[in-house]
Structures are given as structure tokens and as C-alpha cells.
């Protein structure tokens, strides 16, 4: 009885100790909570409300009145999806048709009780855990069969959460066939979307912001890599998954999502091709001019649309030619003309570092203009025409 009465004034003690604790701490609770509420969000899942008090961002809260469609959940589109859902973007769409297996494991993203879900559908159940306030649809099919590819351009021409077009497609795909479905439907819809991918050494990967008729299509050149500087010979091994690394796909996904908050929220500016090199850490940037003679028939329609529109000039004061400052010229220098042959193939102008996935072939038949790309025959002269004909 004893041990019991003393068990009992201790806590009595300890009772009246935590009392004495809670009455000091209320003026202070009270401040924390005053300082809490100055960044209080009604939605809890969204980390955008430091940009609005850091003065980045005017209304962070718009990004849940937008949709985004994301085709391809495999390295870099379930890294990208998940990001967006943590900042709490309205409408997520996404488009996959493979199955979750356990090699997919690295993926940052799925779990093994997922093995055999097709992976929209494990993707979903996940973000919708994550953060039950985004509305997700998931689209287990390939988008580039006939019927697929339709089903797909009325998806992301229709899907957003006011019913009209999605603000942006994201492009996580693997493959060039997807790339291409992806590319033909933005240009006939008129659709702003990224590109994104990591090579299959998985040590390099980019990004690359596509505007139709603005900038460079998928189609207008051949697709551009970051060099590597390794033997592609050792890529291929039996049992190794191609861009496998997740610390990779991780870093092209957050440069990916990155450019998609500042379009959306306009601040910044977009990167409109960014590279990146693991071996090297290069992150090379550059914007690609679309190609004239791009043999996707959309763009070469939205380059047209584009060019139409009226160019808003800037008011510059006009001021007097003062003539040359030193008409002698005693050491005769000469300036050269700015537009050499060389600088006329904006739409291949790279920057070091960067390479095109393989060459296009000049048709023989057709003379060079200076620029080193084939001539329209319709640019031809009359005289140069007949050369070619007797030449045949």
C-alpha cells in the first residue's frame, strides 16, 4: 500500500508540474499560432505558398484550377506526376499501357504489392493517396494505334477541368514512335508540350518546351542527345534495363516540372531546350527555330499562323548618323557581314555538347543551297531547271 500511495503523489506531482508547464506556454502557442496563420493554405498538400510570400508568384493558388496530361508513368513521368500532385495542380491525365513489374522498382515511385497493376492504375491509387484533392484520370492504352491516337487528341483537346483543352502535355515516353504520335497531335491541335527523355546510358537526359509554328517540332530535325563521351557499344548488355539510374530520371523529372510551375505560374524564364551530362554535370541550353520544310504539315501550317500574326515594335528614339569616326581608315580594317552562309540553319544551330540522334540525308538529285540543306524546286531558277534536266 505503500509503494502504491507514493506512485500516486508522484503523479499528482507530475500532474501539477505539467499544469504550471501548460499555463507558461499559452502566450507562446498563442504567437505560433498568430505567425502560423500568415501561411495557412486550405489546401495542405500544396508547398507553392513560399513563392507568393517571396514574391516570385502572384496567385499560387491558380495551379489548382489547371490540368496537365502526362503520357508515359514509367523513370521520369511518375517522378513528374507525383511532384505535380505535391504541388497540388488541379487535373492530372495519364496515358501508360505496360504493367508495373518488379524490375520497375527503381522508379522512385512504385511498390512491389503493385507488381501487375498496369502501372495508370497503380499511379493513380498512389497520387490519390498522396493527395486526395487532384482529380486524376488514367488512360491504360497505346496512343499511337489509329483508334488509340484519336481517343488521345480528344482526351487532352477535352479532358481539363473546364472541359477545354489541357494546359500542357507532358511527354515521358520512352520511345520515337510515341514521341512522334505526341508531336503529330500538338501540332494539329495547336498544343504547348514538353519533351523529355534520358539516354540509355542513363548518365544524360533533357528536356525540350515545343510552342507549334514558334519553335522547333519533334519532326523539324533529327531528335538531339547531350554527348556522352562513352562507347555506345557497352550499352547493350543482356539483363540491363536502359536508363535505369533514378537519381537520372529524378533529375530530368524536376527540371521537367520546374519549367512546367513556371510556365503555368509565369514566373522565370522556360527552358526551351536544357541538357543535362551526369559525367560531366553540362547543362547545356539553346532555342531551336522551327524547319520551313518540316514534313509535319501541321507545323509547317502553325509556322504560317505564326508568322501572320502582327509584330508589336517597340518605340525607339531615331538619332542622326554621326558618319564614320575615322573616315581614313589607315590600317585598313573591314568589318565582315554578320549573315554569313554559315549562321542561315537557325533550326540546327547547336550548341557544343549537344548532337542530333542521327543524320538526314540530302537528296542527291537536288543541288545544295549555302546553307547545306536541300533547295525547294520552286526556289530554282528557270536555267537551273533546264541543268537538270539535261542532266538526267
Known sequence: MDKVAELEKKVSELEAKLAAAQGNVGPVRQKIDVMSSEVVDSNPYSRLMALKRMGIVDNYEKIRELSVAVVGVGGVGSVTAEMLTRCGIGKLILFDYD??????????????????????DAAAATLQAINPDV?????????????????????ISTGSLTGGPVELVLSCVDNFEARMAINTACNELNQRWFESGVSENAVSGHIQFIIPGETACFACAPPLVVASNIDEK???REGVCAASLPTTMGIVAGFLV?????HLLNF???????GYSALTDFFPTMTLKPNPQCDDSYCRRRQAEFSA?????????????AGPVHADNEWGISLLD???PEEETPNLKLV????VAYSVPADSSTPESSTGGAVAASELSLEELMQQMKSM
Open 99 to 120: 504493367k508495373v513489374e518488379l524490375a520497375n522498382m527503381n522508379r522512385l515511385f512504385f511498390q512491389p504489392h503493385q507488381a501487375g497493376l498496369s502501372k495508370v
Open 135 to 155: 482529380a486524376i484520370d488514367a488512360y491504360n492504352y497505346n496512343i499511337t494505334t489509329v483508334d488509340n491516337f484519336q481517343k488521345f487528341c480528344d482526351t
Open 234 to 236: 557497352t550499352l547493350k
Open 258 to 262: 520546374q519549367n512546367t510551375l513556371k
Open 268 to 274: 522565370g524564364n522556360v527552358s526551351n531546350y536544357l
Open 309 to 321: 500574326r502582327p509584330v508589336v515594335e517597340l518605340a525607339t528614339e531615331v538619332t542622326e548618323d
Open 338 to 340: 554578320e549573315n554569313s
Open 352 to 355: 557544343d555538347g549537344v548532337q
